[in-house]
């Protein structure tokens, strides 16, 4: 008899103890990663009058910068904008503008805060009526 009270016991003491086991902490969810700092780039074709807007985020703040890579037909001036999204053609605001034939230096830099922001480009009366490639590369922090 009393092998089995302390069979009996041995249970009961190691089930309470398993239940004083917890924690006062609750679970939380991992938080989603930040975005990444990179270079962000898209080819559209941009039609006469038309404007091409891209949105980024920047993870940090820091300086975005915005390059009208390539044209084709090569040589096509172009406006070049950086921003905030928007209710405007395209999709976004465009704060910050340059006029700027292609090249590989950037042509518009901004200063920006973490968040959500737009880069294009835009017809500024030099596309045919065919239209025109276009290349942007936007790096940002």
């Known amino acids: 008899m009393r092998r089995i009270l302390s069979l009996t016991a041995a249970c009961l003491l ?57 044209t084709s037909p090569a040589s096509t001036l172009l406006g070049l904008g950086i921003g905030i999204p928007g209710a405007n053609i395209g999709g976004g605001d465009l704060t910050k503008t340059v006029q700027a034939f292609p090249g590989s230096a950037a042509q518009l830099t901004a200063s920006v805060e973490a968040g959500t922001y737009c880069a294009g480009a835009f017809d500024v009366g030099g596309v045919g009526r065919n239209g025109v490639l276009v290349t942007v590369s936007v790096a940002h922090p």
Do not use: I, R
């Open 14 to 70: 190691t089930l309470a103890v398993a239940g004083c086991g917890g924690s006062d902490s609750a679970a939380t969810a991992p938080s989603p990663p930040a975005p990444a700092a990179g270079t962000e780039s898209f080819t559209v074709t941009l039609a006469p009058g038309g404007t091409a807007v891209h949105l980024f985020t920047a993870s940090a703040t820091g300086t975005v910068s915005v390059t009208l890579t390539t």
